[in-house]
């Protein structure tokens, strides 16, 4: 076991929340377009009235491909009859089906409140009849996941109503009598015997509604970026194999970046159109790339079939060659961008703008008009852009989240390109956050001393510390490094320079009082000044640090106070479950039954 990571306790992970846990590996699922409700499509069924219903999904409307969850009824134009608001696991995340299918001036509606019971009437049983045709409901909180309806109840097409019979949740009958024509709006309040009539508010304003229809047309799947991902650096090779290689990123001005092959009936005909349109690009000063993934796409076409494809075209459109790495980035900057991670289809363009910026993702052929309209965006409002986001109109609920760069890195570092993580840190840093800008930073030099590249790890460490002058983030990843290969000795030196850059740094000072109790090299070893380091820090907060009682409890046991040992370590073990950490919980119990031996724990040497 090497030095701990000391976070808050009260918000440490459990294993389930690990990296590879079975919550990751279900927003994994979900985000590559698994479905939880089995792809099926919403339904709705008629009461027929004689015990028996029919389907009518989709003649009502409501049999969207929706991922949907759960379904709110409200009468939210007042107009006697119920909508419907159905929310989704994806988008849009909200539909308001509004009823308009008939005449509900005869409907009833009725709200309740209560006095001596709860004031909305939860549990309220409402009765209504005229002997033959007897009508019951009763007011509920809570309808479905996270949802709750409206608490006015709705009786359709009922009859000619004069009383109305309500058992209030504290069990004592009341009749209401109404004066009135059947229909409207009423509210009955606990204890007044009268239904009083409700005049309905006139609503300011309503959700636009949506013809269903996209805004631009159903030739191409558009998607306005509203974040701006820097565009990373595209590895290109010519078609010809003795041409020296090129490189997207050398392109200035906005550029629209197209993938085709050579089999694509509709890359082909994409192409064509676009040499035939090339003047309408040039005159909004966009520059377009075609990058032929011939060879790479799985099929048995090579770049020599692109090469005779490009030749027979004739185009003036420049084409390259893509790479797999270039493939792999441009699949990155895809997943950030939408949830579902889905493979990139044939064709698809990227378009970026005078700062190689993403502002536009169309899947499928798109039109030059489409493309030069688009490109006006990029100087736009963010309000601007984020309409442009949606296919449909509408009105915003709330803000949308914002992201951040740091994700994309982290993807970048995933996939092994940590020269190219590094170079799109640098270019935009000022992209970042402080906070994040330092995390990122220091796990990239991590990543180049894994690798072995000692020199630009240090050029990473050298600029977390100008990033925040009194971080010991680079020493204690460094005295890590040097714990998990063995290396004791570099690791003590290492956090021995964050003990002294810290200032009290408690992770600095419990990782290496860890590593003097603990390192396989007896040389590395201090047990006093390990008892004394960590004698300090379970001081500092309070002994309510389960890790750190851990490091005090083994520094005791390599000064053989095996009575001390045990019973800190025997704390620290309840201490980690009641916070449920159980991974360190497990790790000290096997501790415990060392010191209880009289063991001492000892780091392994590495091979």
């Known amino acids: 076991m090497l030095s701990q990571d000391l976070g808050a306790p009260i918000s440490s992970s459990g294993p389930n929340d690990s990296a590879d846990g079975p919550g990751a590996q279900l927003i994994d699922y979900v985000r590559r377009g698994y479905s939880f409700s089995g792809r099926e499509r919403n339904c709705a069924y008629m009461n027929l009235g004689d015990g028996t219903f029919a389907d009518v999904s989709g003649v009502s409307g409501i049999d969207f491909p929706d991922d949907s969850r759960a379904v709110g009824q409200v009468d939210w134009d007042f107009d006697g009859d119920v909508d419907l608001w159905i929310s989704n696991r994806n988008g849009p995340q909200l539909r308001l089906?509004?009823?308009d299918i008939c005449d509900a001036s005869g409907n009833l509606r009725l709200r309740l409140r209560g006095t001596e019971s709860n004031r909305d009437a939860i549990g309220a049983r409402v009765t209504i009849g005229n002997g033959e045709d007897t009508r019951v409901q009763t007011v509920r909180a809570g309808d479905g996941y996270l949802t709750q309806s409206s608490k006015w109840l709705n009786f359709a097409n009922c009859p000619d109503v004069r009383q109305i019979i309500v058992r209030w949740p504290n069990g004592r009958n009341e009749t209401f009598s109404i004066d009135a024509e059947p229909g409207g709006h009423f509210s009955l309040v606990e204890g007044s015997g009268t239904a009083e009539a409700?005049?309905?508010?006139?609503?300011?304003?309503?959700?636009?509604?949506?013809?269903?229809e996209n805004k631009i047309g159903k030739s191409v799947s558009r998607t306005i970026s509203v974040v701006g991902l820097p565009m990373p650096t595209l590895p290109l090779e010519p078609l010809e194999q003795d041409t020296a290689n090129s490189n997207e990123a050398e392109t200035k001005g906005p550029l629209l970046l197209t993938l085709w092959a050579s089999w694509c009936a509709p890359c082909i005909e994409e192409l064509s159109a676009w040499h035939?349109?090339?003047?309408?690009?040039?005159?909004?000063?966009?520059?377009?790339?075609?990058?032929?993934?011939d060879g790479l796409d799985g099929k048995k076409s090579t770049r020599e079939d692109a090469k005779r494809t490009a030749e027979r075209l004739d185009l003036a459109i420049p084409v390259a060659a893509a790479t797999e790495e270039a493939i792999e980035r441009l699949q990155l900057v895809h997943d950030y961008l939408f949830s579902l991670k889905q493979p990139l289809p044939l064709p698809v363009s990227f378009l970026l703008d005078a700062e190689h910026r993403v502002l536009a993702v169309y899947k499928g052929s798109v039109a030059p008009e489409q493309v030069t309209a688009d490109l006006k965006l990029q100087d736009a409002t963010y309000a601007i852009k984020r309409d442009a986001t949606t296919p449909f109109h509408g009105r915003w609920a709330g803000q949308p989240r914002t992201l951040t760069l740091g994700p994309f890195v982290l993807d970048l570092i995933k996939t092994g390109a940590l020269v190219e993580a590094s170079k799109y840190v640098q270019v935009n840093q000022i992209r970042f956050a402080k906070a994040e800008l330092l995390t990122l930073?220091?796990?990239l030099g991590m990543e180049h001393l894994k690798a072995g590249n000692k020199q630009l790890a240090e050029q990473h460490f050298d600029m977390?510390?100008?990033i925040e002058p009194k971080t010991v983030g680079p020493e204690i990843q460094q005295g890590k490094h040097w714990e998990s290969v063995g290396d004791f000795q570099a690791a003590r030196e290492s956090y021995e320079a964050a003990v002294r850059r810290g200032n009290g740094s408690l992770q600095a000072a419990n990782n290496l009082a860890w590593l003097l109790a603990t390192a396989a090299d007896e040389s590395v070893r201090d047990a006093d000044r390990a008892v004394t380091l960590?004698?300090?820090?379970?001081?500092?907060?309070?002994?309510?640090?389960?890790?750190?009682?851990?490091?005090l409890a083994t520094s005791l046991a390599n000064q053989e106070r095996w009575d001390e040992a045990v019973e800190l370590s025997r704390r620290a073990e309840t201490l980690a479950r009641?916070?449920?950490?159980?991974?360190?919980?497990?790790?000290?119990a096997d501790r415990t039954e060392l010191f209880a031996a009289q063991e001492k724990f000892t780091q392994q040497a590495a091979n």
Do not use: C, Y
């Not at 090339?278 to 075609?290: M, N, P, S």
């Not at 009641?578 to 000290?588: P, R, S, V």
């Open 441 to 443: 930073v220091v796990q």
């Open 276 to 293: 035939q349109q090339i003047d309408k690009f040039q005159a909004a000063g966009i520059d377009v790339l075609a990058l032929s993934v």
């Open 198 to 212: 409700w005049e309905p508010p006139v609503r300011a304003s309503s959700p636009d509604r949506s013809s269903g």
């Open 464 to 466: 977390a510390r100008k």
């Open 534 to 551: 960590a004698t300090a820090a379970a001081k500092a907060t309070k002994g309510h640090h389960p890790g750190i009682l851990d490091t």
């Open 97 to 99: 089906l509004r009823n």
């Open 578 to 588: 009641q916070l449920k950490m159980f991974h360190l919980a497990d790790d000290i």
